[in-house]
């Protein structure tokens, strides 16, 4: 029992240190001055999309976490962008 908990826990800490890398990696993307000229420049019509997109999603009764999770809302949209 007690080698479980140790091996779920190391895996915890491996999945969290692999999630911090790709948020770093993901905030030096949108760092770089192309990706932020980019994000700049097409801001306004990014978001007219995105939010048309977001109007139209239709979320019915029982969806699951798994669809929630692997889908982006505008508020994450924009919190992503900057």
Do not use: P
């Not at 908990?5 to 990696?25: G, H, M, P, V, Y």
């Not at 999770?69 to 962008?81: A, I, P, S």
Request: include cysteine.
């Amino acid at each position: 029992m007690k080698q479980q908990l140790e091996k779920k826990s190391e895996e915890a800490k491996n999945r969290a240190k692999r999630e911090q890398d790709i948020a770093k990696e993901i905030t030096d993307f949108l760092n770089a001055s192309e990706v932020r000229s980019a994000f700049d420049k097409y801001e306004k019509g990014l978001t007219k999309y995105f939010k048309h997109y977001c109007k139209n999603a239709k979320l019915e009764l029982g969806v699951d976490a798994a669809f929630l999770l692997e889908n982006m809302h505008f508020k994450e949209f924009v919190k992503f962008g900057y």
